[in-house]
C-alpha cells in the first residue's frame, strides 16, 4: 500500500505540536510549583502520616478529583493553582494532537503506528501521559506534573530526531497480526511504567531529604508526600506489571511463528525477561519486611532503568533479531 | 523459632548439642534461610544479573562466529570470559545454580503456604476485635433497631462474603466477614504455572530439535528423515537424530516483492509436502510457506528463514564434455542481495587422482541480481533480479575436496590457494548468456540463476505446555493483584441504660489484609450504606 504523504507531513506537524505543547504545559506546572504555597501540602501531609502512625499502613486519604481537595476559597482560585490547572489543561490538549499523530501516522503507512523505533517511542509516551492523567484523578499530585512531562518530553525529542523515520510499510517479519497485539501492549506496559519510575526517584529524593535535611531541600518540600509517591508507584506497577507480562507472552507466541522458537535469549528477549525479574523483585520487596519504602523504590527505579536500557541499547547498540529501529 | 530460647537451659535435655541435633538445627536453619522471602528477593536479583551478560556479550547459542571473534579480539579477557562460561550464560553452572536455588526456594515457600491455604478455606472468619474504633476503618452510629435486626442487615448486605455470627458475652452481637480468597488462589496459581513453565521449558530442551536446509526453489526436495539431510542440526539433549518425524517437502517456487526502495515486502514459497499417511499414498499437498506463517505438520514446523540466488554455470571442456551446476551462493549484503560463494567442478573422465587434482576449476567470486558496476568493480542495487550480472575467478588445481577436511560450499579453500596448489587462471565479469575462455580452451558460461530458500524444522512436544503454564500464569497474576483481601465486622450492641434506652449502638471496622489494596472507598461505601440502612429502617419504625 502507498504511503499518503500529505497525512504522514501533518502526523508529523502534529507530533511536533505535541512535543511544544507539553513543553508549555511544563512551564504552567512549574510555575505553580515555584510561587504554590508547598508549605500547606507539606503541613496536611504529616499530619495524615500521624494519624496512620498507630495502625496498619493508612491507606485511602486520597482526595478525588484534581483539585487540591482543599474547601475551596470564597474568593477566585489563587494564580499558581490556576496557572496549574492550565498545565493540564494543555497537557489534555497534548494528548490529543499526540493521538491525532499517531492515528494520521497509522493512516499514512496503511498499517497501526508502531513499526519503527519513533513509532514506539510516541506509543509509549503518550500511554505514560494518559497514566498520568488517570492518575490524577484520585491523586492530588498534579504540582508533580513537571517532572512526569520532562522525562517525556526528553524522549520525544529523541524520537523526533535521531530516531526518526518515514513513514513507510514494515518488511515480512513483522507483517503479522502480532504486530498489533505485541507492539502495542508492550510499548504501552512500558509508558506506564515510566510512572511509577518517576514516582520512584522523587520518592528517594524525599527519603534523601529526610535522612538529610540539607539534601534536595528546595525540591522536596514542593513533591507529594512519601505515602502518595509510593501509592502511585505501587498502583500503576500492578496495573503494568500483567500487562507486560501478556505482552511478554505475545511476544514468545509470536516468536514461535516468526521465528521458529518461543524463546532464545535474543538480547531484547533477554532484557526484558531482566526487566520482568526486577519488577516481580518490587512486587516481592513490598511483602518483605525491611524492604518496603526505600529499597522498593529503588528497586522500581532500576525497573525503569532497565525498561529504557531495553529501548535504546538493545535496539541501537547490540543485534539481534529485534533489529527494527528503522534507525540507520 | 522462639521455642529453644523460651526454656530455661537446664530444661533442655542433655543431648541437645550432640552432632546430629546440630546437623538438623543447621539443616533447618538454610533450609528457612533459603526460602524466607529475602533470599528469594536477592536470588531474583541475582538472576536478573546473571542474565544481564547474555545480552551484552555474544552467546554461542546465537552466533558462535561472533563469539570467536571477539575472543580473538580481546585476548587474555575474552579467555578468561570464555573460561567462566560467559559466552553461553544460559547453560553456565552459575546461572543454572541460580536457578535452581530459586526454583528450590519457591517450591519450599509454596509447600507450606498452600496448606495454609487450605486450613484457611475452612476456618472461620476470625472473632470481632474488642475496640473495633482501633481499626483502620471504623465508623459507627445508633439506631433503634435491634441487634438481630442489625445483624439481619447486615448479613443480607454482605452477600458473597464468608460471614460467621458471634453473641458475645455483654449480650452484643457481632458478625465478621471476610473476603478475597482469590487473591491468595491467584498468588498460588500463578506460583504454580510458574514452576509448570520452567518445568516444561526444561523437557523442551530435552527433546527438541532444531535443523536448517536451504533447498533450491526449482522442484527440488528435502525429507526429514535423517540429521545427514540438513546443512546444520542442534539437538536437545536426548534426541540423537534417529528418529525424527517424517515428512517431505518440495519446494517449486519463491516468490518475493520488494518496494521501490529496495525493502522487502513479501516473501513467498510455494511448497507441496507430505506427511502422515500421505507418504504412503504418495499425495503432495500444496501450502503456501511465509515469514510468520509457519507449515505445521505432524507437530513439527516448517520455518522459512531467508533466501538466495543460486547462479548456474556450465563448464565446456575442451574434449567437449559438458558440466552444469547451480551451487547456492551466499548473501554478502541482505538489503541488496549481493551474494558470494564458489561452484566447484571436477574434469569428467579423468580417473589418475594426481591428474584430476591439477584440473579441478573453481568458480568463486560474487553474484549480482541488479548489477551496478563502478568501473570493473561488481555490486548490487537492487536485491531483485533485474539485470544479473557475475565477477567470477577461475580457481584451476587441487580444490582440496579430497584431502579429508571438511569444506564450505560457499568459498574455496584459501590454504590451497596460499600453498599454490590452487591458481586462478582468470578474472572476468559476466552476464546470463557470456562466456570465458580460459588458457586451455575451457569455456565457462554462465546460463542463468535459480532462487533458493533457507528452510528450518523444528520440533518441540513440550511447547504447548509451555502455552498453557503461561496463560495460567498471567491468569493468577492478574487475580493476585486486582483481587483485595479484606475484613469487616459489625458489632451491634444494645445500649440499655442512660439517655436512650432501647436503642442499639452499631459500629463498623474494616482491615485491608493486603498491602496498598485501595480498600477505603469501598469500606466507605460499605459502611455508609449500612449505617443508611439501619437508620432508614428506624424511620420508617418511627
Known amino acids: 500500500m502507498p504511503v499518503n504523504q500529505t497525512w504522514s507531513t501533518f502526523s508529523d506537524y502534529a507530533y511536533y505540536t505535541a512535543v511544544v505543547i507539553y513543553v508549555l504545559a511544563m512551564v504552567f506546572c512549574t510555575a505553580e510549583q515555584a510561587f504554590g504555597r508547598e508549605r500547606r501540602n507539606a503541613g496536611r501531609r504529616r499530619s495524615r502520616e500521624l494519624v496512620g502512625a498507630a495502625g496498619p499502613p493508612p491507606e485511602s486519604v486520597d482526595t478525588p478529583g484534581i483539585s487540591t481537595g482543599q474547601p475551596a476559597p470564597a474568593g477566585p ?21 499526540h493521538l491525532t499523530s499517531l492515528v494520521l501516522r497509522g493512516l499514512a503507512a496503511g498499517r497501526v503506528p508502531w513499526g519503527n523505533m519513533y513509532e514506539y517511542v510516541s506509543v509509549a509516551c503518550v500511554t505514560a501521559v494518559i497514566a498520568w492523567l488517570v492518575l490524577l484523578r484520585r491523586f492530588s499530585a498534579r504540582h508533580a506534573t513537571t517532572f512526569l512531562l520532562l522525562p517525556i518530553v526528553i524522549l520525544m525529542f529523541i524520537g523526533g530526531t535521531a530516531l526518526y523515520t518515514t513513514a513507510a510499510p514494515v518488511q515480512p517479519a513483522l507483517q503479522s497480526y502480532w504486530l498489533v497485539i505485541h507492539v502495542s501492549t508492550v510499548a504501552a506496559s512500558s509508558g506506564m511504567l515510566l510512572v511509577p519510575g518517576v514516582a520512584s526517584v522523587l520518592y528517594l529524593i524525599r527519603r534523601a531529604n529526610v535522612a538529610n535535611p540539607q539534601r534536595f531541600a528546595k525540591l522536596s518540600g514542593k513533591l507529594p508526600g512519601e505515602d502518595m509517591l509510593d501509592r502511585i508507584a505501587y498502583r500503576t506497577t500492578i496495573f503494568a506489571f500483567p500487562v507486560y507480562t501478556f505482552a511478554i507472552i505475545c511476544g514468545a507466541i509470536w516468536a514461535e511463528a516468526a521465528w521458529g522458537r518461543f524463546w532464545g535469549w535474543d538480547p531484547k528477549e533477554t532484557v526484558a525477561f531482566i526487566a520482568w525479574v526486577v519488577y516481580a523483585a518490587y512486587l516481592h520487596s513490598r511483602a518483605t519486611a525491611g524492604w518496603r519504602g526505600t529499597r522498593a523504590a529503588a528497586i522500581n527505579s532500576v525497573g525503569f532503568a532497565v525498561t529504557v536500557f531495553n529501548l535504546f541499547f538493545v535496539n541501537l547498540v547490540t543485534t539481534g533479531l529485534h533489529s527494527y529501529a528503522g534507525v540507520g | 523459632m522462639t521455642t529453644a530460647t523460651d526454656s530455661p537451659p537446664t530444661q533442655r535435655p542433655p543431648n541437645n548439642n550432640s552432632w546430629p ?254 506427511s502422515g499417511a500421505d507418504l504412503r499414498t504418495g499425495q503432495w499437498r500444496p501450502y503456501q510457506l511465509q515469514v510468520n506463517e509457519p507449515l505445521r505438520t505432524e507437530g513439527d514446523r516448517l520455518y522459512l ?238
Open chain 2, 305 to 542: 528463514l531467508d533466501h538466495g540466488y543460486a547462479p548456474t554455470f556450465t563448464v565446456t571442456f575442451p574434449d567437449g564434455t559438458k558440466r552444469t551446476k547451480s551451487t547456492q551462493w551466499k548473501p554478502a549484503d541482505q538489503t541488496t542481495m549481493l551474494s558470494q560463494g564458489a561452484t566447484k567442478f571436477d574434469r569428467p573422465g579423468v580417473t589418475d587422482p594426481e591428474q584430476r587434482r591439477k584440473t579441478q576449476l573453481g568458480v568463486t567470486g560474487l553474484f549480482a541480481p541488479t548489477a551496478a558496476f563502478q568501473g570493473p568493480v561488481l555490486s548490487s542495487s537492487f536485491p531483485d533480479l533485474r539485470d544479473p550480472a557475475a565477477a567470477v575467478d577461475i580457481m584451476r588445481g587441487d580444490l582440496g575436496v579430497d584431502s579429508g577436511r571438511g569444506q564450505s560450499i560457499f568459498e574455496i579453500d584459501q590454504s590451497q590457494v596460499r600453498k599454490g596448489a590452487l591458481k586462478r587462471v582468470a578474472r572476468e565479469n559476466i552476464r546470463p548468456g557470456q562466456e570465458i575462455t580460459i588458457d586451455d580452451g575451457t569455456k565457462i558460461r554462465l546460463d542463468g540463476v535459480r532462487r533458493w530458500v533457507a528452510l528450518q524444522v523444528s520440533h518441540d512436544p513440550s511447547q504447548v505446555w509451555v502455552l498453557g503454564f503461561a496463560v495460567a500464569l498471567l491468569a493468577g497474576l492478574g487475580t493476585s493483584l486486582v483481587v483485595k483481601r479484606r475484613r469487616l465486622w459489625v458489632r451491634a450492641t444494645p445500649s440499655g441504660s442512660g439517655d436512650e434506652p432501647g436503642r442499639t449502638v452499631v459500629e463498623i471496622g474494616g482491615l485491608a489484609r493486603t498491602d496498598q489494596a485501595g480498600y477505603g472507598e469501598e469500606f466507605t461505601r460499605l459502611s455508609g450504606e449500612l449505617l443508611e440502612q439501619t437508620a432508614a429502617s428506624h424511620r420508617e419504625e418511627n
Open chain 2, 21 to 274: 541435633r546440630r546437623l538438623l538445627a543447621f539443616i533447618r536453619n538454610t533450609w528457612r534461610g533459603l526460602t524466607s522471602m529475602r533470599t528469594a528477593l536477592i536470588l531474583l536479583f541475582l538472576l536478573a544479573l546473571g542474565a544481564m551478560p547474555g545480552a551484552l556479550l555474544p552467546q554461542r547459542s546465537l552466533n558462535t562466529g561472533k563469539v570467536d571473534q571477539y575472543i580473538a579480539q580481546h585476548g587474555w579477557w575474552g579467555r578468561l570470559l570464555d573460561q567462566l562460561q560467559f559466552f553461553d550464560v544460559y547453560a553456565s553452572v552459575w546461572f543454572s545454580a541460580v536457578y535452581v536455588l530459586l526454583f528450590v526456594s519457591l517450591v519450599g515457600c509454596l509447600v507450606p503456604r498452600t496448606f495454609e491455604y487450605a486450613q484457611q478455606l475452612r476456618a472461620k472468619p476470625v472473632r470481632t476485635p474488642r475496640n473495633l474504633n482501633r481499626m483502620p476503618h471504623h465508623a459507627s452510629s445508633t439506631t433503634d433497631m435491634s441487634p438481630e435486626d442489625v445483624v439481619a442487615t447486615a448479613k443480607s448486605r454482605l452477600r458473597g462474603w464468608r460471614l460467621t455470627e458471634r453473641t458475645e458475652e455483654s449480650g452484643a452481637r457481632s458478625i465478621s466477614a471476610e473476603r478475597g480468597f482469590l487473591r491468595e488462589t491467584g498468588n498460588l496459581v500463578f506460583h504454580f504455572a510458574l514452576l509448570g513453565l520452567i518445568v516444561a521449558f526444561a523437557i523442551g530442551k530435552m527433546f527438541s530439535y532444531e535443523g536448517q536446509v536451504i533447498v533450491q526453489a526449482n522442484g527440488s526436495q528435502f525429507c526429514n528423515s535423517g540429521v545427514y539431510a540438513y546443512d546444520s542440526f542442534t539437538p536437545g539433549l536426548r534426541v540423537d537424530g534417529t528418529q525424527l518425524t517424517p515428512f517431505c517437502v518440495k519446494v517449486n517456487s519463491f516468490t518475493p516483492t520488494f518496494l521501490p526502495s529496495g525493502q522487502p515486502e513479501q516473501y513467498r514459497a510455494a511448497i507441496e509436502y507430505q
Open chain 1, 77 to 97: 482560585r489563587p494564580v499558581p493553582e490556576r496557572l496549574g490547572r492550565m498545565g493540564i489543561a494543555l497537557t489534555v490538549l497534548g494528548v490529543g494532537t
